[in-house]
């Protein structure tokens, strides 16, 4: 007998499967709760169990821009990244990465803001930063037109 919420939801199936140009295959699922079985770690493993070894699912990522951010700002410390979802009212974890678009290094010793690359697990927490921007070291932002 399989565990609990081990065996797919009843009807599960996969509509299309597209070949993208880096090489990656791209899986269409019937229903939502076809992909949130999918997201459950032990069902991920289980499913990818019945493919090569190399293979990996890639979870979705949602990029946006975010203008003025002061440069006292450091995109690779956790607790910055987590201090913004907090202030913003995003869920934890939900910043996947964070650069700046252009590195420190070119950046004029008088530039006091720049602009930085958000990558985003959740299309939700995009949606939220894009209506209401974020405050990043007590400066609101907004996204910008990427």
Sequence with gaps: ????????????????????????????????????????PTNRSTFLNHFDA??????????????????SFDPNSKAAIAEIEIKGGLQTNSISKTRYIKPVARQSPTQRTAHIALTLNSKIAANQIIRFGLSIEERKCMEGNC
């Design 1 to 40: 007998m399989a565990k609990e919420g081990t065996t797919a939801p009843k009807d599960t199936a996969i509509l299309s499967a597209r070949k993208l140009p880096h090489g990656g295959i791209l899986y269409e699922l019937n229903a939502p709760i076809s992909v949130e079985w999918l997201n459950i």
């Design 54 to 71: 190399n293979t990996i699912i890639k979870d979705r990522a949602y990029h946006l821009l975010i203008e003025n951010v002061p440069i």
